[in-house]
């Protein structure tokens, strides 16, 4: 793959280019003219100064961003070993071992699902808002889990507070609550669960003890960054209104919302938007710890950590707490993707990339069942890119036994929004001819004549299964992907390796095939082979033991 320079890599994410395709590495033209008529980085960031550090602010509130930067090493640096023989898991028989049969059913923490997936936390990002209704309900319906994720009670407008010592705490929400609504609204009540997460802000205002108390959410998760970036959370907020709420309730909001100068600058029309962020916390062993104990003595049923985006040292700092502190699971996120306003700089050039954070994770929990062999280890989740069903089959081959889940984000908001976006052409009979024949429809179709039931291919077994109860374009498409697409090629990739429980893949059953992902599994003793070694010694075997 090509290695990107900033140049390069920032042009469709900032939405800036150069004059000439020859750039430098600083993303300048190698000659720089005063009358050139495109903005590089450096010229845009000469007029739109902070902007210019997260992806495009036009786009915000609809869209993601991740980085594409080649970071050295990913999942496709591996092979699946694919088997003839035989069959584990299941009755050895034709016409039982076909992969429809395999099971693909995990736990996340003690919740039980039909699938080894969990969203990740989808906080008070615009973009999180808009679709949490195809989001939590295409979960529920996947009977997977989904977090809820930082700031939903702080950003609600309508959240209610009742004063305290130290920080209001809130009494009332309504977005909290409709986001606790929509997925219980096709819960079976047995598989997957609402999770609520909390940061520095959340647990000053009381979130944790709001949703216990109130909305009966037992499954709780307490955040340590992410692998978009390592500060606080960020979103652009488009009134002063707003603003001056938001920073009332304890929130950094950048320019300063309540100074005069601020004031009059905004009603004049010179500044766009508002910047609201969180603070990053200062934790050390005894608190976190602590704050696991206290979490665990409110009646939390589950008690998951997610985070990602530190140094080797902090990472294994947070695994080692977290298995001390018996978490029922933990999510590690890896570089360089986000759901909200994450900085640009960061995605691209700070985090430890998915694979090798997942080698780490693995090769420290080895060392840690190396040293006490009886340590409970929690449910593990990788998160960071993984979009499909070979890299989950990757993921969960190479963490095994300890990793059971895929945290996905970007991913599910895609389907999420893409069937928003279909149902709403649909609706309003502008669908076209390319979109038709993207689709699989034959080139006489007319477009204006689409509907929901040919577009997607779970709608009619969804509408079957609850009784034609109305669902949602943007949770059948959630669904769709979820259980149709990856639910059916990792069963596919599993039949392949002859294993028809998900808790069989083993690190044998992937192999390595670049010089890096060598260097990375042996580093950490995972004891993945490379493909020329991989059963060496039974190949001979095989052989010798012919009858020629």
Known sequence: MTKFSMDTHNMSMIGSRTRVEDSCESGLCPICVADCPVFCEVSKSALRGREVLYPRREYFGNSTAGSPKDFGLSYSDFQIQFECRGAQGIEAHEDKVIFPNVNIGTKWGNIDQKYPIVIAGLGSTNVAKRNWDGL?????????????????????????????????????????????????????????????????????????????????????????????????????????????????????????PSDPFIIDEWKAGLIPDFERHSRVGLSSTEDVLEEIDKTRASGAKNIFIKTGAYRPAATAWLTRLGIEGKVDGMTFDGAGGGTGMSPVSMMNEGSIPTVYLEALVVGCIDMIKKKCPSTKIPSIAIAGGIANETQMFKALAMGAPYVNCIAMARAPITAAMKGKYVGEVIENKEATPAMLKNLGFPKDKDPKSLTIRESFVEYDNLHRIYNGKYIPPSAVGVYTYFASKLGTGLKQLLAGVRKFKLDLLDRQDIAYISQRAQEVCSKWNLGISSQESIDFELVKNEIYSGNY
Request: charged share 25%; no cysteine.
């Open 136 to 256: 939590a309900m295409g979960a529920a319906l996947s009977g997977i889990s989904i977090t809820v994720g930082e700031n939903v009670v702080g950003m609600d407008p309508n959240s209610k507070f009742a004063n305290h010592s130290v920080f209001p705490q809130v009494i009332d929400t309504e977005d909290m609550k409709n986001r606790v609504r929509l997925f219980r609204e096709f819960w079976d009540g047995k598989h997957g669960d609402i999770i609520v997460q909390k940061n520095v802000e959340d647990t000053r205002l009381g979130v944790f003890d709001y949703v216990m108390s109130k909305l009966e959410v037992n499954s709780l998760e307490i955040k340590f960054g992410q692998g978009a970036k390592a500060i606080g959370g960020e979103v652009r907020l488009e009134s002063l209104e707003r603003a001056q709420l938001l920073q009332k309730r304890g929130y950094l909001v950048f320019p300063d």
